[in-house]
Nanobody, 122 residues
Framework: QVELVESGGGLVQAGGSLRLSCTAS????????MGWFRQVPGKEREVVAA????????YYADSVKGRFTISRDNAKNTVYLQMNSLKPEDTAVYFC???????????????WGQGTQVTVSS
């Protein structure tokens, strides 16, 4: 198990940028695949981006490709989500997640943060 704490959410105008951070507890961070999910009321939680243990492999949802970048710093136990060219449809609660399983289309992590709100105004 790993405890995850997100930060960096907030209110931004369309076209703006935000960077989310997620810091994990413990000394095994580098063994986890990390991901960011988002959820809006009434809809299922969806994966936004994921990154493998070394940072050498990443995955992005089609809706954010070219605008969002996931990265990690294993020395700081932290994963980031840089969000550029934000759109109102990016408004959601964003969750950090971790699991030792390699990312796949059926990846559903066992460790979750509490979520951070991102609101993009038009």
């Amino acid at each position: 198990q790993v405890e995850l704490v997100e930060s960096g959410g907030g209110l931004v105008q369309a076209g703006g940028s935000l960077r989310l951070s997620c810091t994990a507890s413990g000394r095994t961070f580098s063994t986890y695949t990390m991901g960011w999910f988002r959820q809006v009321p009434g809809k299922e939680r969806e994966v936004v981006a994921a990154i493998n243990w070394s940072g050498g492999m990443t995955y992005y949802a089609d809706s954010v490709k070219g605008r969002f970048t996931i990265s990690r710093d294993n020395a700081k136990n932290t994963v980031y989500l840089q969000m550029n060219s934000l759109k109102p449809e990016d408004t959601a609660v964003y969750f950090c997640a971790a699991d030792r399983m390699t990312y796949s289309s059926s990846w559903y992590p066992s460790n979750w943060g509490q979520g951070t709100q991102v609101t993009v105004s038009s």
